[in-house]
């Protein structure tokens, strides 16, 4: 399989109009997500390079107010990716980390966030194509949506 | 080793930065030297450079050579991933009397340079944005004292098969005390049931023997029959356990470590091929206590099917025991039918021994497989195979594949073979159906070869069903705080690497509760998880990594919400009312600091500042 088979032959992407370069903004426990976006490298998977991952121990560690700082800051899209229910390396952080991100997607729409903007995403270790494809998908959804109505700052 | 060198978090940061360029690895796909350039403009920043590799002693050299150089005070290494390469330089940065903690890692390969190949520029763009939030994040590093905690030297071991005895008798030879809890009123576990063992041929009951009395006598074992674990509360090293007996008082304990054993159970497989439907249709293990109790019915034709339930029928996994019990259970129903049968035992002339076949030499088990290779029925070969009374008793092993793994068992696959055992492939397309035509009860299969539906007459059929997880292993999972899989068995910290430890430290796992497993393996495992816990209990304490939540006293309104997130229940109210961090209990994923609403609670080493931070980085406009 191409590496760049899901990165360059992307519809969405090459359709070039609404082209800009997103900031997207991608926390990784470290346990399993982090792992799996290493996977993904070590296995030579390409994708595009807008996105800059912050390592946090667990998912449950990204505080609403990180997600929403972000946003303020001009963050284009915000990924939170975690471990598989059932699998989280601190028993349940994942399942606080879901709660937390369907109501800040509640949230984020009260200051004209699309709620797409924000995403969470269950990556395991070992599935360094899904994170791939999560990051392909992601970049593509906020290229779509065009930039952050709060670029550049408030 | 230097000097330690002494950091006031109110001293000016110092940093230096180390960019990598792995050879080729970074360097071919991002500006490494521009990198380090753009690195010296970052604010704090002394010193910057890069490498060819950091992580070779030349690179260690220039990471210690720069801090004794530039006084630096924060260490970046821009390369690989903190997972594989994080010890070696943080140990770096204390070898030249730095503390640990004032290091951070950025990675810029498997996150950048890797996954960004044909996008030179924007690579770059991203790796300069990445040293970026590293030095942000850096600025507010400060140094941390990993506290010590000490460890009781005594375990429990829950279980009392055989992987929870070995477990014990491991643990209690190197002497430490260790109680034993076993839900039944005996030692044995699932082993104590069964018939014969592959491989020996042997008794199960006589195998295990030995082991029972060893753990009964042994003076540092404390046995707790028809007993279960109450409760555990506490963390590696200081453990206070309940155990809990029927008509019993509770027994109270403090152990330095707990390992689980509680075994699994044989999947019941009610709906499938006429199990509870029709009579002689009995699982594997109902098989082999009607061997042991020598009560089988007189029979001409068996049927074993495997794989009944499990590889996705009903369980998603490989059971891996079965094959070799249907082999096992094959042979002994050719060799042996007549001591297992019910009118033996009436007339008082059962065999207790189980007759084994005399060893055949390896050549000839060699020169017999070659030989099958070729031709059958050459000449000679009826004088060396002995045929079983297969006259007497057909037995038909209906089967996905036969996974006789391992040195000993592809011969004892052989064998059966040799003795007329017949092996008849089916697939998912084709699963053999269990009837009654008449009074007959009748097997129903495709025959993959001939591609016809064909029909057996049997007396008996036998269901290889999986192991499966006891049914409340999440009550212990629960009380224990540590994770079960998708299939209910406990998960271990990682698969290859750490395969009977739990990701909570001082709680290890052997034996069939972390999925199926033969007698050998439950035995390695074990051995394997009783030297692990001796390892904290051996050496008294446990240094905790700085990774811990911090509680603002200021800040906090006693709430309690922290105390409710928390799954290792590492946090409680103080008497001022107030939360309070259990330094040795928290495991710092930082749930409770993303809950507390006041903001109170931070982490040592990812404080809300460092990792906002870095976020703000990330998303500064480059200057």
């Not at chain 2, 180390?18 to 990198?35: A, E, L, R, W, Y």
């Amino acid at each position: 399989m191409s590496t760049e088979a899901a990165h360059h032959g992307s519809p969405t992407a090459s359709e070039g109009e609404k082209a800009f370069d997103p900031k997207l903004l991608v926390f990784c426990c470290n346990w399993c997500s982090y792992a799996g976006a290493d996977l993904a490298g070590v296995s030579r998977l390409q994708m595009p390079p807008y996105f800059r991952v912050i390592r946090v121990m667990c998912s449950a560690r990204v505080d609403p107010e990180f997600v929403l700082r972000a946003f303020e800051r001009g963050a284009d899209g915000v990924l939170v990716a975690g471990c598989h229910p059932a699998d989280c390396h601190y028993i349940g952080g994942n399942y606080r980390t879901r709660r937390r991100i369907a109501l800040l997607k509640m949230l984020i729409q009260q200051f004209g966030f699309d709620p797409e903007r924000l995403k969470l995403e269950w990556v395991s270790a070992g599935e360094g194509e899904k994170f791939q494809k999560t990051i392909v998908e992601f970049t593509n959804t906020v290229k779509e949506l065009g930039p952050s109505p709060y670029r550049g700052g408030v | 080793m230097a000097d330690t060198i002494k950091v006031d978090p109110k001293d000016k940061p110092r940093i230096g930065v180390f960019v990598c360029h792995c050879g080729t690895n970074i360097g071919g796909f991002v500006d490494v030297k521009s990198v380090a350039e753009y690195a010296k403009t970052l604010p704090d920043v002394i010193y910057a450079t890069d490498n060819l590799y950091t992580c070779a002693e030349d690179g260690l050299v220039s990471i210690r050579e720069g801090i004794r150089k530039h006084n630096l005070n924060r260490i970046i290494v821009a390369s690989c991933t903190p997972r594989t390469h994080a010890p070696l330089f943080q140990a770096t940065c204390e070898s030249a009397g730095l503390n640990k903690y004032l290091f951070t890692f950025v990675n810029i390969r498997e996150h950048c340079s890797w996954v960004h190949m044909k996008e030179r520029e924007k690579g770059t763009t991203k790796a300069r944005d990445l040293i970026r939030m590293g030095v942000a994040r850096a600025r507010l590093l400060i140094p941390q004292e990993e506290q010590r905690v000490d460890v009781e030297p005594s375990g429990v071991v829950i279980g009392g098969g055989v992987a929870g005895m070995t477990a014990a008798l491991s643990l209690a030879d190197m002497g430490f005390p260790v109680h034993l809890v076993e839900r039944e009123a005996e030692l044995g576990g699932f082993v104590k049931n069964l018939n014969n063992l592959y491989v020996t041929e042997k008794s199960a009951t006589d195998t295990i023997k030995p082991l029972i009395e060893k753990t009964k006598a042994h003076k540092n074992v404390k046995l707790h029959l028809g007993s279960q674990m109450k409760s555990v509360e506490g963390f590696i090293g200081n453990y206070e356990i309940v155990i809990g007996a029927k008509g019993a008082e509770d027994i109270k304990a403090k152990v330095g470590t707990i390992i689980v054993a509680t075994g699994a159970l044989e999947y019941v497989p009610e709906g499938l091929y006429g199990y509870n439907q029709y009579p002689n249709v009995v699982t594997l293990t109902e098989f082999e206590i009607l061997c042991k109790k020598k009560a089988l019915p007189k029979m001409k034709n068996v049927a074993i099917i495997q794989c009944a339930g499990s590889r996705g029928q009903v369980k998603t996994y490989c059971s891996r025991v079965c094959c070799n019990v249907a082999i096992k259970n094959a042979i002994n129903i050719v060799d042996n039918y007549d001591n297992m049968l019910g009118l033996a035992e009436q007339l008082g002339t059962v065999i207790e021994k189980v007759p084994v076949e005399q060893k055949v030499p390896e050549e000839i088990i060699e020169r017999r497989r070659r030989r099958r290779g070729r031709e059958r029925g050459e000449e000679g070969e009826a004088d060396e195979v002995k045929l079983g009374p297969s006259e007497k008793i057909e037995v038909t092993v209906f089967n996905r594949d036969i996974m006789a793994y391992g040195v000993e068992h592809e011969l004892t696959y052989n064998k059966a073979r040799e003795k007329r055992v017949k092996f008849v492939r089916y697939t998912t397309d084709h699963l053999p159906r269990v009837y009654m035509e008449g009074n007959q009860l009748t097997v129903g299969y495709f025959h993959e070869t001939l591609k016809l539906e064909r029909t057996m007459p049997v007396d008996m059929v036998i269901l290889s069903t999986p192991l499966v997880a006891q049914p409340d292993a999440g009550d212990l999972s629960q009380m224990l705080k540590v994770p079960l899989g998708q299939e209910g068995f406990f998960l271990e910290a990682h698969v290859k690497l750490r395969p009977v430890d739990f990701a909570t430290d001082g709680i290890f796992v052997c034996g069939t509760c972390r999925g199926p497993a033969d007698i050998t393996e439950a035995v390695t495992q074990a051995s394997a998880a009783a030297s692990r816990a001796a390892i904290p209990m051996a050496k008294g304490y446990v240094q905790a990594e700085a990774l811990t939540s911090v509680v603002d006293e200021n800040k906090c309104s006693g709430c309690g919400t922290c105390i409710q997130v928390c799954p290792y229940g590492a946090l409680r109210k103080s008497e001022k009312g107030l939360a309070e961090v259990i330094v040795a209990a928290c495991k710092g994923c930082g749930c409770c600091g993303a809950t507390c609403p006041e903001g109170a609670i931070t982490m040592t080493n990812y404080t809300d500042a460092q990792l906002l931070a870095e976020a703000k980085a990330a998303l500064q406009e480059e200057v």
